[in-house]
């Protein structure tokens, strides 16, 4: 299947409304088409929209492009964070924790790990966790296609064949299922690691972000942007990935879909 370079997916909900889909808003500032071809102009790109509530239908621009699994890379510290306070390898995100023979001594905490970010703290859970207990647990969770390859603590990095993949519509499908509390692990794990991912605030709400970037060095990289727009009494979860050369980081994606959102009047314009 032909990349396109940008996958989006959105979840639109609010409380009152929980179980019925929505809608984006209509109307000139937020005509998806016109607000995509802005966002990602010469960019081969797959947009998709859904409601957060469950059994909601996604709306999107290239469905089959929105289905196509790619290697999760960093955002693959979501299901980590999850699974590891949930197994009890960290009592809660601000307990360090240690490899030997790498620095700090003291250790780096999940919440630091998760935003600075700090690689091998999430090498090092997977490395704990193992091949098969991880397994079982991404299975359990429905995440994308959850093969497992050693060496573990590198498995989500698309360097070799094999290895966690995902699709952006699963990507949304998760997040909002993690959103609703619906993961089949503890409340508490799930929201903890709601409270790690960090945010940019907006009026009435949050942006919240996890970016990655990965790849085999001779080849099509993948870079994602996912996470969700607090607002209001309304949630909008999204999923954004890019394929391409050195172009494709996290950072890019993330600043597309910053206009994407603000086109579609999901987030307050820049001033």
């Known amino acids: 299947m032909a990349y396109r370079s940008l996958i989006i997916a959105f979840a639109l909900a609010s409380a009152p409304l929980a179980g019925r889909a929505q809608e984006a808003p209509q109307g000139p500032a937020s005509d998806f088409a016109a607000a995509y071809a802005k966002a990602f102009a010469d960019i081969d790109a797959c947009v998709t929209l859904r409601d957060v509530a469950p059994g909601a239908e996604p709306r999107t621009s290239d469905a089959q492009a929105c289905a196509d699994r790619l290697p999760p890379c960093a955002t693959f510290d979501v299901p980590v964070t999850v699974i590891a306070l949930d197994r009890g390898l960290a009592p809660d995100a601000n307990t360090p924790i240690r490899r030997e023979a790498t620095p700090p001594e003291q250790g780096v905490t999940l919440k630091d790990a998760f935003r600075t970010p700090v690689p091998w703290v999430y090498e090092e859970i997977a490395r704990r966790i193992g091949p098969d207990a991880f397994g079982k647990s991404l299975s359990a969770l429905r995440y994308g296609a959850p093969e497992v390859t050693t060496p573990v603590e590198r498995m989500a990095l698309g360097e070799r064949p094999g290895g966690p993949r995902i699709s952006p519509i699963e990507q949304v499908d998760f997040l909002a299922r993690l959103k609703r509390g619906e993961l089949p692990t503890s409340a508490e794990s799930q929201a903890r690691t709601v409270e790690v991912i960090p945010y940019d605030p907006i009026p009435d709400g949050l942006v919240a972000w996890k970016t990655g970037a990965c790849g085999p060095a001779d080849g099509a990289k993948t870079a994602w942007a996912v996470g969700w727009?607090?607002?209001?009494?309304?949630?909008?979860?999204?999923?954004?990935?890019?394929?391409?050369?050195?172009?494709?980081?996290?950072?890019?994606?993330?600043?597309?879909?910053?206009?994407?959102?603000?086109?579609?009047?999901?987030?307050?314009?820049?001033?």
């Open 229 to 271: 727009v607090d607002r209001g009494r309304r949630t909008t979860v999204f999923a954004a990935v890019e394929r391409g050369g050195d172009q494709a980081t996290g950072a890019d994606a993330q600043r597309r879909m910053r206009v994407l959102l603000e086109d579609l009047a999901l987030t307050p314009r820049a001033q």
